[in-house]
């Protein structure tokens, strides 16, 4: 059973920045891909952020590009996401979750496991 922890949610003015943690239990950590969704209120979850096994093949919504990075601690079966220039439309509760999928998952559907969510709110 794989069990997904996340931290590190919070409130922050416009322009700030977050670092969220996933914290994962289990021996595939290393070998599956690991993303990061959110859910603003009334609106679809969606994907944001997403890293393969190894942490060598990253990828990002075109909304966050340039702006979050996502990298993984194999050794600590931790994977993070680092939050620059946040806006508002940012807000949301954010999910880790875990893909078997090959290649490079981008839907909901496609990941297996989940953590419980960490509230993200961007004030302007």
């Known amino acids: 059973q794989v069990q997904l922890v996340e931290s590190g949610g919070g409130l922050v003015q416009a322009g700030g920045s977050l670092r969220l943690s996933c914290a994962a239990s289990g021996r595939i950590f290393s070998y599956y891909t690991m993303g990061w969704f959110r859910q603003a209120p009334g609106k679809e979850r969606e994907f944001v952020s997403g890293s393969s096994g190894s942490g060598g093949n990253t990828y990002y919504a075109d909304s966050v590009k340039g702006r979050f990075t996502i990298s993984r601690d194999n050794v600590k079966n931790t994977v993070f996401l680092q939050m620059n220039s946040l806006k508002p439309e940012d807000t949301a509760v954010y999910y880790c979750?875990?893909?078997?999928?090959?290649?490079?998952?981008?839907?909901?559907?496609?990941?297996?496991?989940w953590g419980q969510g960490t509230q993200v709110t961007v004030s302007s």
């Open positions: 979750a875990v893909s078997t999928a090959m290649g490079y998952p981008l839907t909901k559907e496609a990941y297996t496991y």
